[in-house]
């Protein structure tokens, strides 16, 4: 039987001294801290077999898997299926108690929690990620591939294969800053997941993700 491993890493933490939610915005990369996350994982991948890497179109995904790359003598590929969530509340402060949700005309995004009423249905995050991890996976049969992307869309895709619930609690997230959610996959078929924490562990609220 032939064994491909889809590694979905989330990228290191991101230079934002406003504590926005930054989602789609450009502009937003890695801190120093991030840079040394994305480096550690890089130390950490280094005795596997990675044949591909492929990334978000966004900044911090594709410095994440910059030194990953550098370090298997491979290009980064785009896939814009791996992008975050789309979110109504990008560009705000959305800590507890602060900013956005305090504020009575924003309270109408909240109406539906379960599709959720703020941002990308969960399902469409589901079906774009299961697009991006499947042709990951047929192009590196018989090897590992990183594929950098973000934790809603990391968390919600785990949760699609698991058969679990789309909708969820944020604070639940398995899904540290630069961690690695591994797709172990039998020929075709999904066999294990296995979930890591090269970088160290994280609060899992970090706003923008």
């Not at 898997?65 to 003598?73: D, L, T, V």
Request: one cysteine or more; aromatic letters at 6%; glycine letters at 10%.
């Amino acid at each position: 039987m032939t064994t491909t491993v889809v590694h979905l890493l989330r990228h290191g933490e991101v230079h934002n001294p406003e504590g926005i939610l930054y989602g789609r915005l450009p502009g937003y990369g890695l801190s120093e801290r991030g840079r040394q996350q994305a480096v550690t994982v890089a130390q950490a991948l280094k005795p596997h077999n990675l044949v591909r890497v492929v990334a978000s179109p966004l900044q911090r995904a594709q410095e994440t898997a910059a030194p990953i790359a550098g370090g298997h003598r491979l290009d980064v590929v785009t896939d814009d299926r791996l992008i975050e969530a789309d979110n109504a509340f990008e560009g705000l402060r959305v800590s507890v108690g602060d900013g956005a949700l305090r504020r009575p005309e924003h309270w109408s995004k909240l109406r539906n929690p379960v599709r959720p009423s703020w941002g990308e249905p969960y399902v469409d995050i589901a079906r774009r990620m299961l697009g991006a991890v499947y042709r990951a996976r047929a192009a590196a049969e018989g090897g590992e591939v990183l594929c950098v992307s973000h934790q809603l869309p990391i968390w919600t895709v785990r949760r699609f294969l698991e058969g679990k619930r789309l909708w969820h609690d944020p604070r639940s997230r398995q899904c540290s800053l630069a961690s690695l959610t591994s797709l172990v996959f039998g020929e075709e078929e999904l066999v294990d997941i296995v979930y890591s924490e090269p970088a160290g562990a994280t609060d899992p609220m970090v706003t923008g993700a």
